[in-house]
C-alpha cells in the first residue's frame, strides 16, 4: 500500500482495476492515493481565483424525477454542489457544477459485500462489461477503448464496493460512456449468457478426451498472479483477519482456490441483490449541463421501482486481546530464506468513521510517525538494520473503519518478536517525549499544500474527488465532508500549534498504544508452499475428472469449442455500429500547441511556460548525463534518491525533509532517458523537480542549489538502507511486473536508450543492486568515491531550466533562478554517449510465480526497411484492443495482452500480463502479420481506430504536466512540425496502411523472446524457445 499522509482524500486505495486494455501495463495492480483541493490551480483566472459559482437548484425542488434534499457550498473547490435523489428508486446523486473543469467525470457505485472469497464482486466487476441489453456486441468497453476521446475508462472492485467511473473533455463522447457503462451496470448481457463467467470469471477446458482438465478464466489467472506475490499476500491476510467479523473477512478480488466454487445462479442472484438503483450512488463533476444529468440518469432508472437492499457494512467489534496470525508464501527452491519473513502490526483506530477533524488529525498523525524517512517510527525501523524496508502503510481510512499497520520486510525469524517491540517502544518514547512542532508544523503545511495543489497526475481530478467523498458516502455519512478541508485544518493548527495541546499524543496512546485491537501478521516463506499450491488445484482437477462420465467429458469438449468460438467470432456489422462514437470531424486537425518561451540565462537555457496554476510555481532542472560513464549507471537511481534522503551539509536528512515540507510542495530527482527521431544518440538527463508556492520561491531555489551541491554521502548505514529498500523493490518487480521486466530486457538489445534504461530499472538494476549492496558493506570508501564522481559529471551550469506558472509570477522569478545557477559548478557535459553492445538473445527469467510474462519483440528500423507513418500507432493501437485482447486475454484467459511500438526508437513489443499460457501466446503473437493480412477494415472500425489513437495524442494534462511535456519536448528535438506531419498521418490512415503494416511485423517473428514466469513453465518451454535460463531471485553459492 502506498503511504500519503491524505488518505482521507482519494480513496482509491486497495481498489482492484477491472478489465481495460490498459491493465497489462501494469495499471489494473496499481494502487492511486489523489486529495483534494480548491481547484483553483488551471481552472480559475490566472491572476485570481474563480468567483463563486451560484445554482438555480434548491432544497426541495423536483426536475426530471429527482427531488433536491441538499445544496452546499464547496468553497475548497469554488462551486457548489446538490445532492439528489430519484423519487422511484431511492437512488442518491451527488452533482458537483463545476464549470471551469473540462474533464468531465461521471461514476456508479454499488456497496458490493461479499460473503465468501469466491471473488463475486470481482467476476461481475468484469463481466458486466461484455455486453448489455442495448449493446450487444460481446465487449462495448472495447468498443469504447478503440473509438473514445475517454481520458479514463475501468472498473474498480474494492473490497466492499464496486464502481464503474469514466471521464471525458468531450461532451459528446462523455454522454456515450455514461450511457454504454449505465446499461452495462443494469442489464448485462452475462446475466443470460453463462459463457460471459466462463470467460471472465472461471471455467473447466479440455479439448480432447485424453488431455487433462485445467482452469481458465480471466479472474482466475489474475488473482494467481496476485497470490504470486508475497507483499500482496501479506496485504490479504492481515485485512482478512484484522476485521474478520465483516465483509473484510473474505477476499473480494478472489482466491483462486475458491473462484472456480463460484456458480451461475449464485452470480446472478448477487447482481439482483446489489445492482439496483436503490443500492447505487451516482456522481457527476464538470462543465456539463447539470440538469441534463438528472434527465439521463431518469431515463435509466424510471422502468425500476425502490427496492429494500440490505447491503450496509457491518461494523468490526472491537477486540478485548491483540491476536496473531501467520501465513506462508512461495519462494523459489534456490532462494536465500534466511531473511526473507514479513511482520507487521496493525490497529482497527475506532468502531466508526471518525469526524472530519479526527481524521485529519489522525493524518497529521500518521505522517509525523511515518510520511518521511526521518519520521520517528518509520526511521526506528529502519535504523534498526533488522529489515530491507518498512511496510503497511501506516494510516488507512477507505473502509467502514480506520486502521493503521506497519512492519517490516526481510527479516530473520527470531528478529519478529524484536520488530514488535520496537514498535511499542517507539510509540512509547513518542508518547511520553511528545511530538516535535516543527514536524507537526510541516505536515500541516504539507497536507494544506497537496490539498490546494490537488494534482492528481493522470487520474483526473473529479475522479479524485468522487473517491474522496465515497469514503464516507458508502458507510452513511455526509459525502460533501469528504471535500473540506479549510475549516478544519485551520481550527487543529490553532489546537496543535498556537495552543500547543497534546492532541495527537492522547490519539497516540488511545488509538494504538492502549487499544486491544491489535493483530500481528507473520509471512513466512516455505519452499513447498507453491508445490501444495499446484498438487492441491490439480486434485480438485483430477477429483472433478473422475466423476464425469464419457457424455460429460464430451459435453466439456464441446463447450470448450463452443467458448472459443464464440469468442473468436467477430461481432455483427449492425451491433457494432450501434456503439456510439464520435465522427473524424469532431477531432481537431491542429496539433495541440503548448506555448513556451525559449531564452536564457547565462550558461543554462531556461523554457518559460505560462500556465493557470494559480500561484504555484513549478521548476524543472535537466543535466545532462552524458559525462556520466557507463560503470556508473547502474548508481544513478540510488543517486538520485539520495539526494534526497542522505543529507546536506547544513541538515541530516530528518532535518532536510522537514525544511522541503515546511517551504515547499517537495523537491525530487530522477533520470529522463529516451531514443531521439533520427538519431542513434539517446537522450539523458537527470531532471530535478521541486515546487513551491511564488512567496515561497527562494526557499525552494536555495533547498534545490544546497542539495545539488552540498550533499553529504559518508553516512554508510544510511546508504546501506536505501539500496536494501532498493533491492526489496526490486524483487517485488519481478513478481508482480514481470510484462515491464521483460519489456525492458528486449528494449536493451536494440537502442542505446533502451539498454541505459535497463540498467536503471529492469533486471540489470536489480542484480547491480545486489552487487552494490556487497561493496558498499566491505568497500564503503570506493562507492562513496563512485557517488562523488557522479555528482561532479552531473552538476553543471549548462543545463535546461523549464519554469511553469502563471504568466505574471513568470516575469519574476530570474533573479531567483540566477542565484541557483550561480551556485552550480560550470562546465558543459561534452563527452561522448555510451556504445554498448547490443546482442540480441532470447531469455527465459524463472520466478516464483503462478503465471507468466511473455515479451517478443524487434526494432522495425533496424530489422527492417520500414519506414515510420504515423499509421503504425493507429494500427499498433488496434491490435491491443481486437486480434491481441482476444486470442491472449479473452480466449488465452491471460489478464492482458497487448503491443507497444515507439515511434521514436522504433521497438515494437508484444507483451502479456498475468498469462496462463507461455508458447501458445508467442503463437498467437506470431500469428499478427496473417490476422493484418487478412483485416477487413470498414468506415466504422478505421474511425474508431483513428478516434481512439487521437484520444492518446491529445491526453488530457494538468498544468504542471503540460509544462514537462514542454520540456520533454525540447529535450528530445521534436517540434510542433513534427507532431503535426504524424497527426496528418494518423488522420488520413487507411485500410491498407494498417495492411501494409503486416510486412514491418514479419520482422518480430525472428525476434527473440522475454519470459518471466514460474520454473515448471520456462524450463519446459526453453528449448524449443532457444531461451537462455537465469534465476535472479536464487541464492548465491554457499548461502542457501
Partial sequence: RSHSMTTRLGVLLGARCGASAAAARAAAAKRHVASASTVRQALGTATAAPTMLGTEAAVGQKLHGWTCERVEELAELKCMGMLWRHDKTGAECLSVEQPLEENKTFGVVFRTPPESSNGIAHVLEHSVLCGSRKYLVKEPFTELLKGSLQTFLNAMTFPDRTCYPVASCNLQDFYNLVDVYLDAVLHPRALKDPRVLAQEGWHYEVDEKDTPLTFKGVVFNEMKGVYSNPDSLQGRTLLNNLLPDTPYGVDSGGDPAEITSLTFDYFKGFHERFYHPSNAKFWFYGDDPPARRLELLDEFLREFDRKEVTSEIPRQPLWSEPRRVEHSFAVGKDEDISKKVMVSVSWVLSEDKPDLETSLALSVMDYCLMGTPGAPLRKALTDAGLGSRVIGGGLYEGLVQPTFSVGLKDIKETDAAAVEELITKTLEKVASERFEKESIEAALNKIEFENRELNTGGLPRGLALMFSAVSNWNYGKDPFEGLRFDAPLKALREKLVEKGEPLLEGILREKLLNNKHRLTVT????????????????????????????????????????????????????????????????????????????????????????????????????????????????????????????????????????????????????????????????????????????????????????????????????????????????????????????????????????????????????????????????????????????????????????????????????????????????????????????????????????????????????????????????????????????????????????????????DFKYLSYRDPNLTKTIDNYDGTPDFLRDLEVNADMLAKSVIGTMGDVDKHQLPDAKGYTALTRHLLGETDEMRQELRDQILSTTGDDMRRFAGALEAVRSGPVCVVGGEEAVRGASESLGLSLKSPLAAAPGTA
Fill in 523 to 906: 509471512s513466512k516463506p516455505d519452499f513447498e508452499e507453491s508445490s501444495r499450491i499446484e498438487a492441491a488445484e490439480k486434485a480438485r482437477l483430477e477429483k472433478h475428472r473422475t466423476s464425469l462420465s464419457e457424455d460429460d467429458i464430451e459435453a466439456l469438449i464441446t463447450a470448450t469449442k463452443e467458448l472459443r468460438e464464440m469468442q473468436e467470432t467477430p461481432d455483427k456489422p449492425e451491433e457494432l455500429a450501434s456503439v456510439p462514437r464520435l465522427e473524424l470531424s469532431d477531432i481537431p486537425k491542429e496539433t495541440l500547441k503548448i506555448p513556451s518561451q525559449i531564452g536564457r540565462l547565462g550558461s543554462a537555457e531556461v523554457l518559460r511556460n505560462p500556465q493557470l496554476t494559480s500561484g504555484v510555481v513549478y521548476v524543472d532542472v535537466a543535466f545532462n548525463l552524458r559525462d556520466v560513464p557507463a560503470r556508473l549507471l547502474p548508481l544513478l537511481p540510488l543517486f538520485t534518491r539520495g539526494l534526497r534522503e542522505m543529507g546536506t551539509k547544513k541538515s541530516d536528512f530528518v532535518q532536510l525533509q522537514r525544511r522541503l515540507d515546511l517551504a515547499t510542495g517537495g523537491i525530487s530527482a530522477s533520470p529522463l532517458i529516451s531514443s531521439k527521431r533520427n538519431s542513434d544518440e539517446p537522450a539523458a538527463y537527470l531532471v530535478m523537480r521541486g515546487k513551491a508556492m511564488e512567496g515561497k520561491i527562494d526557499s525552494l531555489m536555495d533547498l534545490m542549489g544546497e542539495i545539488a551541491t552540498e550533499v553529504t554521502w559518508e553516512n554508510q548505514s544510511r546508504f546501506l538502507q536505501l539500496a536494501k529498500e532498493s533491492h526489496a523493490g526490486g524483487r517485488s518487480s519481478l513478481l508482480s511486473a514481470g510484462h515491464v521486466i521483460a519489456a525492458g530486457r528486449l528494449g536493451r538489445q536494440t537502442t542505446t536508450a533502451g539498454w541505459a534504461s535497463e540498467q536503471l530499472s529492469g533486471l540489470s538494476q536489480f542484480e547491480a543492486v545486489g552487487k552494490l549492496l556487497e561493496q558498499a558493506e566491505k568497500d564503503w570508501p570506493a562507492v562513496e568515491a563512485q557517488l562523488r564522481e557522479l555528482q561532479s559529471c552531473i552538476f553543471k551550469d549548462a543545463c535546461v531550466m523549464n519554469l511553469t506558472a502563471d504568466t505574471d509570477v513568470l516575469t519574476r522569478l530570474d533573479s531567483h533562478m540566477e542565484t541557483f545557477l550561480k551556485r552550480l559548478p560550470e562546465g558543459k557535459a561534452s563527452s561522448p554517449f555510451w556504445v554498448p553492445e547490443l546482442a540480441r538473445a532470447s531469455e527465459g527469467i524463472i520466478v516464483p510465480s503462478q503465471v507468466n510474462y511473455v515479451g517478443k519483440g524487434a526494432n522495425l528500423y533496424k530489422d527492417s526497411d520500414y519506414k515510420l507513418h504515423g499509421s503504425a500507432v493507429v494500427t499498433s493501437r488496434l491490435l491491443g484492443t481486437t486480434w491481441l485482447w482476444d486470442r491472449v486475454r479473452v480466449s488465452g484467459g491471460a489478464y492482458g495482452g497487448f503491443c507497444s511500438f515507439d515511434v521514436r526508437s522504433g
